[in-house]
């Protein structure tokens, strides 16, 4: 009879455990949020000595993404001067569906005067005026040299979730710290060279 006992109750302790062992198996897995980082940095050089180099490295706000059947587009942007007062720094690239490879994996070269047609990605940079009576200072390809390129190191497709690094050089282009007036007749601000790059790391595409 003890037997018996012995033998039901290792039976009933083993159904328990290989439950518990389905359950775990069951289980959804815990998925980490996305890391969502974009680092940027800037060299700002001025070749005729009338301004002091400098430069600037941070951490994009709210980095973002967009996928289209058009085109992937990527946001990077500095936290704004002040409230309300629109961003500091705004980065953007813009890569064409036609330009992009299987999966998105890859290097692309940015495109570039005088033929921006012959590059794979339009890389944007800006600097705006707060206040009025001032141009604000755009850069990119469709009007300037530029020599870079941006590189896709992970792309997650259940996700949307890409990953990557990116480089580029603006030369002989009007110090983006100084603004032209609206109305101005000439440009009298000092020619400079930009220098960016960073990474980007687990940027959602919406």
Do not use: W
Not at 46 to 65: S, V
Not at 150 to 176: H, V, W
């Amino acid at each position: 009879m003890l037997k018996s006992v012995h033998i039901l109750s290792s039976i009933f302790l083993f159904a328990i455990a290989t439950a518990c062992q389905k359950d775990k198996e069951m289980a959804e897995p815990t998925v980490a949020p996305p890391v969502q980082e974009a680092n940027i940095s800037f060299t700002y050089t001025y070749p005729a000595a009338e301004a002091e180099n400098k430069g600037q490295t941070f951490l994009a706000k709210e980095p973002a993404g967009k996928l289209t059947t058009q085109k992937l587009t990527l946001v990077f942007e500095k936290e704004s001067r002040a409230a309300g007062a629109g961003t500091d720094e705004h980065l953007e690239f813009v890569l064409p569906s036609s330009k992009q490879t299987p999966g998105f994996v890859g290097s692309y070269t940015i495109a570039t005067q005088p033929d921006p047609g012959q590059g794979d990605v339009l890389a944007t940079y800006e600097r705006p005026f707060y206040g009025t009576g001032a141009y604000l200072n755009r850069y990119s390809g469709n009007t300037d040299a530029m020599d870079g390129s941006l590189t896709i190191t992970e792309y997650n497709a259940e996700r949307q979730l890409i990953s990557g690094s990116y480089s580029f050089l603006l030369k002989n282009i009007k110090d983006p710290f100084k603004f032209l007036g609206v109305g101005s007749q000439s440009d009298s601000r000092p020619a400079c060279e930009v220098k960016c790059y960073g990474t980007f790391k687990e940027i959602p595409l919406l």
